[in-house]
């Protein structure tokens, strides 16, 4: 039997720190800032996610794009000529194309490397949700759980995290084209703020919308106190697109409603934080993703 090592995107939001700590391979991530393509191989710094948001604010052109097959054939070839067996974490394949390039390139080097094994699994979910299944993955790893057994665990966790956003700024969603033009600027004007979760095919759903930023937040902790599930990890991923008061107002809030939880807030990455956008703030945690 391989050693096996877990990758995961660079779009995962966990402290990087983790990621080196327990040796997580990380599939690099292309994103465009102004004129730039910048290549994301780790996660990025506080300074440069703020960098990356003020230029969105100033009105630059900010997005992503999939991971190309050649990353995926990189990195997992460089693995299985270590003799690695692989676990990868994908995002959410109702958000993006990455899972089913990644199921091709990992056909592919099992077809060249015989006795290697690949186990891709589609988180259906993003940004912190992908860090508390990364948090699964490795603790199961090293409680001895085999590949495919580790790989079978994830994919019947995944339906169990639960993702909570407030989007804060409605021009970014239309120019997603999520909403339309007269939404956006209706919303704008009347200070609405529209609440998103991750449904079970993976996909971004909106389900609410709050007036004003204070009712939104609030919604947020409404929406953890009725989806908790006290019988699963206590763990809470905040994640926010540069605006860390606000993060830190809905940390006390659920350890209020919680005060035995884990909350780690953490800074949105690119991929997400380009189509919705600076001050978004999400709640992620186990539980009941369907209670509402």
């Known amino acids: 039997m391989n050693e096996y090592v877990i990758c ?4 995962v939001d966990i402290e990087q720190q ?3 700590d327990k040796g997580v391979v990380i599939i690099p991530m292309e994103y465009v800032l102004g004129s730039d393509e910048l290549i994301m191989k780790n996660r990025l710094s506080d300074g440069e996610l703020k960098t990356f948001y003020d230029a969105m604010r100033r009105g630059e052109p900010t997005h992503t794009s999939q991971i ?5 054939h ?3 070839r ?6 690695h067996d692989i676990l990868y974490l994908s995002l959410s394949g109702g958000l993006s194309s990455t899972y089913s390039s990644a199921l091709t390139a990992a056909e592919e080097i099992e077809e060249e490397f015989e006795g290697i094994r690949i186990e891709v699994v589609d988180t259906r979910a993003a940004t912190g949700g992908m860090g508390l299944l990364l948090r699964k993955a490795v603790k199961d790893r090293e409680n001895g759980a085999a590949l495919s057994d580790n790989a079978a665990g994830l994919r019947a966790s995944v339906g169990k995290v639960c993702h909570w956003f407030l989007v804060d700024d409605l ?8 909403i339309s033009a007269a939404t956006a600027v209706a919303g704008t004007v009347l200070s609405i703020k529209p609440i998103l979760k991750i449904a079970d095919d993976g996909s971004l759903i909106s389900i609410a919308k709050k007036r004003g ?3 939104a937040s609030a919604f947020l902790t409404d ?7 006290p019988e699963m990890p206590h763990e809470v991923i905040i994640a926010h697109a540069d605006c860390e008061k606000e993060a830190e107002a809905a940390r006390s809030r659920i350890l209020a409603a919680c005060p035995d939880a884990d909350v780690l807030i953490c800074g949105l990455g690119p991929v997400i934080g380009a189509h919705t956008g600076p001050g978004m703030l999400s709640v992620i945690h186990w539980g009941n993703r369907n209670y509402i």
């Not at 460089?78 to 003799?83: C, I, P, Q, S, T």
């Not at 929406?223 to 599930?229: G, L, Q, V």
């Open 171 to 178: 021009k970014y969603l239309y120019r997603g084209g999520r």
């Open 223 to 229: 929406c953890f106190k009725a989806s908790f599930d």
């Open 213 to 215: 930023l204070p009712r």
């Open 18 to 20: 983790y990621i080196e």
């Open 74 to 76: 990189e990195v997992f």
């Open 8 to 11: 995961i995107d660079a779009s």
């Open 68 to 72: 190309t097959p050649y990353y995926y």
């Open 78 to 83: 460089r693995e299985a000529l270590k003799g």
